[in-house]
């Protein structure tokens, strides 16, 4: 939704490349949690294994909030999907979301996939 050339798991795994053959989606796991597929989505919004993950997300959610406070009531009733796309349709978001992303990616980028 957000992201379009990235190297979270969801991506990089899908691909054969000298090391490896294509890993099915079930199994591009996040190299945090290893529990659910890494997605953008998953990686944004909703891991929680890492302490500098979830402490970027508090600070950019609380930026949102404050800016946006009825956000808060539609992260509570939208798939991480919805959310995200609510949250970059506000002219205003704009930067403040790709920040994040930033941020966030980079956090991945320093961990190799699980």
Do not use: W
């Not at 290893?34 to 929680?48: D, M």
């Not at 890492?50 to 992260?75: D, I, K």
Request: charged share 20%.
């Amino acid at each position: 939704v957000l992201l379009s050339t990235h190297l979270l798991a969801v991506e990089v795994l899908r691909y054969v490349d000298h090391v490896r053959q294509p890993v099915p989606r079930s199994e591009r796991l996040c190299r945090f949690c290893r529990k659910e597929v890494e997605t953008p989505e998953h990686a944004l919004i909703s891991c929680e294994s890492s302490e500098e993950l979830v402490g970027l997300r508090a600070t950019f959610l609380g930026e949102l909030f404050t800016s946006l406070p009825n956000l808060r009531n539609e992260m509570a009733v939208l798939s991480n999907t919805l959310f995200l796309k609510a949250i970059i349709f506000p002219r205003s978001t704009i930067a403040l979301v790709a920040k994040f992303a930033h941020d966030v990616l980079q956090l991945f980028y320093a961990v190799p996939v699980f």
